[in-house]
């Protein structure tokens, strides 16, 4: 059973900067793509960041300048470095993985950005 574990969440003072986590087991294959996604209060989820196997990587405007996403050398490992967060990046951060079509989801760590 494929199962994603996040960490690396907390709260930090705007400007400042957070490193997540996200370790991924059940399976003998590499995840096809590997990323993150949000969801504030009130809001629908979002993206924040994919990576595929080859290195290709995806992300929204509002993160572009700020964020980055690596794989880890240890396989179907997934990082975030998210650096001059705002308050606006207040949100519970889920580890997300594709495979074989089917996706799945991490429990999620909550980011909380102080002004």
């Known amino acids: 059973q494929v199962q994603l574990v996040e960490s690396g969440g907390g709260l930090v003072q705007a400007g400042g900067s957070l490193r997540l986590s996200c370790a991924a087991s059940g399976t003998i294959f590499s995840f096809d793509t590997m990323g993150w996604y949000r969801q504030a209060p009130g809001k629908q989820r979002e993206l924040v960041a994919t990576?595929?196997?080859?290195?290709?990587?995806n992300f929204p405007d509002s993160v572009k300048d700020r964020f980055t996403i690596s794989r880890g050398n240890a396989k179907n490992t997934v990082y975030l470095q998210m650096n001059n967060l705002k308050p606006g990046d207040t949100a519970v951060y889920y580890c997300?993985?594709?495979?074989?079509?089917?996706?799945?989801w991490g429990q999620g760590t909550q980011v909380t950005v102080s002004s």
């Open positions: 997300y993985a594709k495979l074989f079509r089917t996706d799945y």
């Open positions: 990576i595929t196997t080859s290195g290709s990587t």
